[in-house]
């Protein structure tokens, strides 16, 4: 579910889009992405032929082993990402997620989701929690 409600302060409130040719993420442009190969995997994480992005940023990620596995956590064949960055001692050979990666937040009017989630590797399990 990438449905976010007005209101909400949650990264997966902006979607990427494609306006004369350019990409964007909310107000920010994704510069130098190839717009005939970008796939946006959720409003978090995306991709082209050459890089992967977080939001409008490009991040150090081997884009041939590159691996979408939730709004929280990706992988390439050297490292676990979030959203922050490569995961210390991370082991992408046997990670592997424990849940969606969405949280769905009750409040008085709506539900508010957010990019949070579990993931564990053969030694450790690891919490993102965006805002925590």
């Known amino acids: 579910?990438?449905?976010?409600?007005?209101?909400?302060?949650?990264?997966?409130?902006?979607?990427?889009?494609?306006?004369?040719?350019?990409?964007?993420?909310?107000?920010?442009?994704?510069?130098?992405?190839?717009?005939?190969?970008?796939?946006?995997?959720?409003?978090?994480?995306?991709?082209?032929?050459?890089?992967?992005?977080?939001e409008w940023r490009p991040r150090k990620v081997d884009r041939k082993s590159f691996e979408f596995l939730n709004p929280v956590f990706i992988k390439d064949q050297n490292y676990v990402y979030d959203y922050q960055g490569a995961i210390a001692n991370a082991d992408p050979q046997t990670f592997e997620c424990l849940d969606s990666g969405l949280q769905s937040l009750p409040s008085n009017i709506v539900n508010y989701v957010w990019a949070r989630g579990y993931g564990k590797d053969f030694n450790n399990v690891y919490y993102h929690g965006q805002r925590t």
Do not use: C
């Open 1 to 54: 579910m990438n449905v976010i409600y007005p209101g909400s302060f949650s990264q997966l409130d902006k979607p990427y889009t494609i306006s004369d040719g350019r990409i964007y993420w909310g107000d920010n442009e994704v510069v130098d992405a190839d717009v005939k190969s970008f796939v946006a995997h959720s409003n978090v994480w995306a991709s082209d032929k050459d890089r992967v992005y977080v």
